[in-house]
């Protein structure tokens, strides 16, 4: 079985505040957006969950080019040395569990 090859690319990520920040340095070769993002959400102890309990799912945001990365991408393709990627929740709008009802009536 043969290591997987680390590359050294020293990026900072950070929660949608500012408040949060990880240095990231080496990174497997094969490694996934996705798959950062899912070991970062721990290390940066942020929320699993919103404030109802609903399971929350984040993005990251290359703010070099203001683009939310996908999942299945490569990091070492999307992410140069020196890089900020900005960890966002995605936030569904709407009125929650109560739906109101409106009536077209008068």
């Given at each position: 079985?043969?290591?997987?090859?680390?590359?050294?690319l020293g990026?900072?990520?950070?929660?949608?505040?500012?408040?949060?920040?990880?240095?990231?340095?080496?990174v497997?070769?094969?490694?996934?957006?996705?798959?950062?993002?899912?070991?970062?959400?721990?290390?940066?102890?942020?929320?699993?969950?919103?404030?109802?309990?609903?399971?929350?799912?984040?993005?990251a945001l290359?703010?070099?080019?203001?683009?939310?990365?996908?999942?299945?991408?490569?990091?070492?393709?999307?992410?140069?040395?020196?890089?900020?990627?900005?960890?966002?929740?995605?936030?569904?709008?709407?009125?929650?569990?109560?739906?109101?009802?409106?009536?077209?009536?008068?």
């Amino acid at each position: 079985m043969s290591a997987v090859e680390t590359i050294d690319l020293g990026f900072e990520v950070s929660d949608v505040s500012g408040q949060k920040l990880h240095s990231v340095s080496n990174v497997p070769s094969d490694a996934t957006v996705g798959e950062l993002v899912e070991a970062l959400l721990s290390q940066m102890k942020l929320p699993q969950n919103d404030p109802s309990g609903r399971p929350l799912t984040y993005h990251a945001l290359l703010e070099r080019e203001g683009r939310h990365l996908h999942a299945a991408e490569k990091v070492t393709d999307a992410v140069q040395a020196g890089d900020r990627v900005v960890l966002q929740p995605n936030i569904d709008a709407g009125l929650g569990a109560k739906q109101r009802v409106v009536s077209s009536e008068l």
